[in-house]
């Protein structure tokens, strides 16, 4: 066990069926989707995830990877963003750091998040794919090295085992994995073996997944090294960043 630390959530989470992990899956998928909104609201949500980085719960994540850019050569450092909505990544990049250059590859499944990155940041790739899609990818339709594969509050969205294939695809293609996600369950205190759950928005009857994060680093080589818990900007105990490099 490479980290030793007790995990505190604020979340009521347990063990679920396949069943009705597939039904979380199928929901969670859909919620962009399904989201009956008008142009106004579409319009706000793009222009909200624009400053996700920029929160004082979620900064932290953007610096971590503004340093490995910075310290990486030759530059640019190449990155890999699975769930990245509109890129707030750059926008931090942009804002906070423009003298670190960083080639930006990310995979975003909504079409409205996909049109605001081609529109201010032409020179950012972005593919239109979900996780299970890249998971399938060969080499040239996402030609490797990366320095960094990155997800943040993006594979809690995702059945087990998508974000298991979605991590292994990664593995693939990068040296270093940094995650923003649910950590209470990464070392499988809840359960390795069953799919665990964990109401994000009871008021909505919303649910995330908590995934066991060391046995899917373990099954492509890669190993756990760091785990540093946040409190949500709820003020809610649960998630934080994780981060696994290549075993050898
Ligand atoms: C809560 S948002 C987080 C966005 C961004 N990563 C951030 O931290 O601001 C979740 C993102 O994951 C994407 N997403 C959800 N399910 C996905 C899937 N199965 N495959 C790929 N992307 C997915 C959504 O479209 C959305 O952009």
Not at 115 to 122: G, I, Q, R, S, Y
Not at 167 to 179: R, T, Y
Not at 185 to 209: C, D, H, L, R
Request: a negative charge; hydrophobic letters at 45%.
């Amino acid at each position: 066990m490479p980290i030793d630390i007790n995990l505190v959530s604020s979340f009521q989470m347990g063990t679920i069926q396949p069943e009705q992990a597939d039904r979380i899956y199928e929901m969670l998928l859909n919620l962009w989707k399904d989201r009956d909104v008008d142009e106004a609201q579409e319009r706000y949500v793009v222009e909200s995830y624009r400053r996700n980085f920029f929160r004082e719960d979620r900064r932290f994540v953007a610096e971590a990877i503004v340093d490995i850019c910075r310290g990486h050569e030759p530059k640019p450092a190449r990155v890999l963003e699975m769930g990245c909505a509109n890129a707030p990544l750059l926008h931090f990049f942009k804002e906070v750091a423009p003298e670190v250059p960083v080639e930006f590859v990310g995979i975003e499944p909504y079409k409205p998040f996909i049109a605001d990155v081609n529109e201010l940041f032409p020179e950012a790739t972005m593919v239109d794919a979900t996780a299970e899609q890249f998971a399938e990818f060969t080499e040239a339709e996402c030609p490797p090295p990366f320095r960094l594969f990155t997800a943040t509050v993006a594979l809690c969205m995702m059945h087990p085992r998508v974000a298991q294939a979605c991590i292994g695809k990664a593995a693939e293609l990068c040296d270093e994995i940094l995650l923003y996600d649910f950590v209470v369950n990464t070392m499988g205190g809840i359960s390795a073996t069953e799919p665990v759950a964990f109401i994000w928005k009871p008021e909505i009857k919303q649910f995330y997944f908590a995934h066991c994060f060391e046995s899917y680093f373990q099954a492509c080589g890669f190993r756990l090294v760091d785990i540093q818990p946040r409190v949500h900007e709820s003020g809610k105990h649960g998630f934080g960043m994780i981060r696994a490099v290549r075993a050898d």
